[in-house]
């Protein structure tokens, strides 16, 4: 390798380490406002949007806009579909989904953050006989997030949501809990389980285990973070014959004004 190629390399991973400013790490700018399927508290600030891509098995790439409208208030807007990476035919989904979240309660020293809000975006392949994601999505939900101080920071996350996804007889509230925990000025890792009581019944994809997830976030440069995302570790899924998917996840974030 050329010694000024060695040099660039080395002075970018150094800018990356102290001056980056993503939504990991205990340098964070903005807040994340999911783990990694599971909604949290967090928001995107008045006057910034947000622009994220899901990578997963399948060929599936799912792309979300999202804009801070208001103080506390943000919304957006997603797409996406299966084998658009790959080779063969592209199977969209069906409609675009939204989202909305607003933040009725910020944290305080004793009581966590709390949001309501609505997501339509579930995740993996469509599944048309059944009218629902691969993983279903959130629908209506609660969500509430609490910080601590511990070797950076550590953080708790629950949730729960009513799904629309319900041709498969399933109409279960569902409950799903979390935790970040920051590595240094830009890195985080994340973990979630989600019970999947919405998806256990006879006629539905999952075994009755929940799904277990854990990724990582890197804060890389200014307002843009990456993750690598490891899903369903007790392979719930009952088409799902390896341990876990592997998936990406590409997030920038920018002011708008």
Known sequence: MKPFLRTYILLFLITSVVFAQGSAGTNAKYEYRTLIDMQTAGILEKGFAGLAFDIMPNGVLIAQIEAGAFNNFSF?????????????????????????????MDETRIIPALAVGFDSQGKGVYDKELDRYQIKSPGFFIAASKNFEFLGYFSIHGMINYTLERDDNDKDLNLAFGIEKTIGGPVSFYAEYDFAINDNNPLSLGEGKGYLNVGLRWSLAQGFTIGLDLRDLLSNQKLNTYRADRALYIEYISSIF
């Open 76 to 104: 957006g807007i997603s797409y996406g579909g299966s084998n658009v990476i790959g080779t063969g035919n592209i199977s969209w989904y069906k409609w675009p989904a939204i989202y909305v979240k607003f933040r009725f």
